[in-house]
């Protein structure tokens, strides 16, 4: 008994130095939910995300998210420049623009935050501020409310596993005049896209994928939304049992 005891106080005196530490707490002991869906999910009414998902409810507190999925992983994509001369314009996470007004320059910071459980669960979203600091807190808290559950397969014919490590079939997504390809690759092809791609395939759950970028690459904003509405769009179908073995659909 006195050993439970001594490993239940070890623990409590880890979260505090957690606390103190300004990490990510379980929401539960630090944060009361404000919305009737927070509430819901406190009271354990609500288990699990994907019942929020498909009653398409909007989910308008980011702690939701962080509750309901624990092992959330979040990274951000390199949408800026750094600025100088020999050597500079190396990618940054933080992007810098300015406006010039009659009276003074004025500094605006931009970040995109990519979040993920890496098993079917995904959202990308875009933050804006005076500091940097703020536009990363801003971009983590849309994508976390922008989060959306995707359809995995396997639709490539070389492979025809029945598994769930790639796409089921080729699909597209728009924004700006950047068109994001995905297509359905065997085991073992890794990812055969762009790096910023890569993050969002990683954090999604996806293995194994090829892709085809069209439009002005440049702007790296437009590459992760597009490519956020390709995986999106594996929603608007629907499936005949038979089609759903065949592909490795689950869900
Ligand atoms: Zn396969």
Request: some cysteine; glycine content about 12%; proline content about 1%.
């Given at each position: 008994m006195e050993n439970k005891e001594a490993v239940t106080e070890?623990?409590?005196?880890?979260?505090?130095?957690?606390?103190?530490?300004?990490?990510?707490?379980?929401?539960e002991k630090t944060y009361e939910f404000k919305t009737e869906l927070g509430k819901a999910v406190q009271n354990g009414e609500i288990k699990d995300i994907d019942e929020i998902l498909q009653k398409h409810l909007k989910i308008l507190e980011p702690q939701i998210v962080d509750f309901l999925l624990p092992d959330l992983q979040s990274d951000f994509l390199y949408v800026g420049?750094?600025?100088?001369?020999?050597?500079?314009?190396?990618?940054?996470i933080v992007r810098n623009t300015q406006k010039v007004t009659a009276k003074a320059k004025r500094q605006h910071f931009s970040a995109m935050a990519v979040v993920g459980d890496g098993n079917g669960h995904i959202g990308v979203g875009k933050g804006r501020g005076l500091e940097s600091?703020?536009?990363?807190?801003?971009?983590?808290?849309?994508a976390k409310l922008n989060i959306v559950s995707i359809l995995r397969g396997c639709g490539s014919w070389e492979c025809a596993c029945h598994g769930s490590h790639s796409i089921p079939?080729?699909?597209?997504?728009?924004?700006?005049?950047v068109i994001v390809t995905l297509l359905p690759a065997p085991k073992g092809i890794s990812f055969c896209v762009?790096?910023?791609?890569?993050?969002?395939?990683?954090?999604?759950?996806?293995?194994?994928?090829?892709?085809?970028?069209?439009?002005?690459?440049?702007?790296r904003i437009n590459i992760g939304y597009a490519a956020f509405e390709a995986l999106k769009s594996l929603n608007y179908y629907r499936f005949f049992n038979n089609e759903k073995e065949s592909l490795g659909i689950k869900g």
């Open positions: 070890e623990r409590t005196a880890a979260s505090e130095i957690a606390e103190s530490a300004g990490r990510r707490v379980y929401p420049q750094s600025k100088g001369k020999l050597g500079g314009g190396k990618r940054r600091v703020t536009a990363k807190e801003k971009a983590l808290k849309s079939f080729k699909i597209s997504g728009k924004c700006g005049s762009m790096d910023d791609i890569k993050t969002i395939m990683r954090l999604a759950g996806i293995k194994d994928v090829w892709s085809r970028v069209q439009g002005q690459t440049a702007t």
